[in-house]
């Protein structure tokens, strides 16, 4: 079949789906979507396409990777949308991530053909995102994925490299992933919500009817399915509790055992790594590496023959614990550091840290005193205080509730970066009985 045929054959099976969503009950026409991000700045040098909140960040997937997400649903009318600007800020957004490993999923419920590229553009997409973009990509979600996307498959398949091919996961159902990032963690779509609740629903009644009519036949009705209640952590837990349970367990000492051992490993065998940071690792592994923590067991990191794995496992003990280690209370004002005068952004950071409880403030001064080190071997490594913050970011500090926007990323990752390259200027104003450093 020639590549004219596979077009008309996908706007065809665009049609179809347009079609089964008006029949199920789902909008068909467009609304203009609400602002997105409250934090969005209106000088933001993509605000007109941001503020529609198409691509957003999403937190972590199970491997530690940047999460960033592509929804269909919330694209404007073509004659609304600049499809030339959208593609500038999705490498805008992807420029911040592309020297580490990250993950994009894409949400496919609501792509119409009012709001759908042309294919044109998405040759030129594909094009425009060279080896620097598709390198560190190690995994792309297609959610809800129809015979329309099959098709493009077809036209694309011989700009698509095997290689990329293989980084493709298709995904019919939201609880899939599940089980390669942090669900919670993604800013699903209210249309997507609606549109898998709307299934659910009636798939739930013919279910619900099938076990009734089961009961009957056999006499009973369905059995209740009760939810066990949660279980509590373990007395050596180490990861998913505070820092108070892990000092009350460990007889007072300040610094989490976990954090002591990876930086101490890190800080002999890793400092001139390149990369160090930017690379994940098996997820097994990481699995395998906490239980063992959780469970008291010693771990030896010479055993695993890669240094990642340590890098990986601190990053995740800083994403896991219950409240992030510079606090709630601070994400406010670390997001307002952009808007305090060059000169005096130092001064702030030492006023925001000057706020922290002191066990977080000893387990940060500790944290970023090794980063500092890391920073200081930038010319083997390449990892800068800006490399790091840029991983670090968002594992010291994120909202009480949703994930932090993108929008937020650059004053989240400028405190980052200053706490780092200033470290002995903005600590040295608070001594605390009893704190180790690395």
């Not at 030339?84 to 800020?89: D, F, H, K, V």
């Not at 066990?228 to 050596?236: C, D, E, F, G």
């Not at 614990?321 to 670390?334: A, G, M, S």
């Not at 000169?343 to 002191?358: D, H, S």
């Amino acid at each position: 079949m020639s590549e004219i045929d596979y077009e008309k054959l996908a706007e065809i099976e665009l049609q179809k789906d347009e079609a089964e969503d008006t029949q199920s009950g789902q909008e068909k026409t467009f609304t203009s979507p609400p602002l997105e991000d409250p934090e969005l700045d209106i000088n933001h040098p993509y605000y007109d396409v941001a503020r529609h909140g198409i691509i957003q960040l999403a937190g972590d997937d199970n491997s530690g990777r940047k999460v960033i997400t592509f929804s269909c649903c919330r694209m404007p009318p073509s004659y609304q949308l600049n499809h030339t600007r959208l593609l500038e800020y999705l490498k805008y957004t992807l420029d911040q991530y592309v020297e580490n490993d990250y993950t994009v999923v894409y949400f496919h419920y609501g792509l119409k053909s009012l709001n759908k590229p042309s294919l044109k553009w998405l040759q030129t997409a594909y094009k425009e995102f060279d080896r620097k973009y598709k390198k560190n990509l190690k995994a792309l979600y297609v959610v809800h994925p129809t015979n329309f996307i099959k098709i493009l498959w077809n036209i694309f398949k011989p700009l698509i490299s095997h290689k990329f091919g293989k980084k493709v996961t298709y995904l019919n159902y939201l609880s899939d992933l599940r089980e390669h990032l942090k669900y919670d963690q993604l800013n699903i779509p209210q249309e997507v919500v609606r549109y898998v609740a709307s299934f659910k629903y009636f798939v739930s009644r013919f279910l619900r009817h099938d076990e009734n009519l089961r009961g009957k036949h056999k006499g009973k009705l369905p059995p209740v399915v009760k939810v066990p209640p949660p279980r509590p952590p373990l007395p050596t837990q180490q990861f998913g509790v505070s820092l108070q349970y892990i000092k009350d367990k460990n007889r007072g000492e300040l610094i989490p055992p976990v954090m002591k051992e990876t930086v101490s490993y890190l800080k002999r065998k890793g400092l001139q790594v390149e990369g160090l940071f930017r690379r994940s690792a098996s997820i097994q592994t990481i699995k395998d590496v906490q239980k063992l923590y959780n469970q008291g067991k010693p771990v030896n990191f010479d055993d695993y023959h890669d240094i990642h794995i340590p890098a990986v496992i601190l990053k995740t003990f800083l994403r896991e614990l219950p409240q992030p280690l510079l606090t709630f209370e601070c994400y406010d004002p670390i997001v307002g550091i952009t808007s305090v005068e060059s000169c005096l952004r130092v001064t702030r950071c030492k006023q925001i840290i000057q706020g922290l409880p002191e066990h977080n403030y000893i387990v940060l001064k500790y944290l970023i005193c090794f980063l500092h080190m890391v920073s200081q071997e930038s010319i083997y490594n390449r990892m800068t205080a800006s490399s790091l913050a840029c991983v670090f970011g968002l594992n010291l500090i994120w909202p009480s509730k949703g994930t932090a926007s993108l929008s937020a990323l650059v004053p989240l990752n400028l405190f980052t970066e200053l706490l780092i390259d200033f470290y002995m200027n903005i600590f040295s104003s608070r001594t605390v009985p009893g704190e180790i450093l690395p």
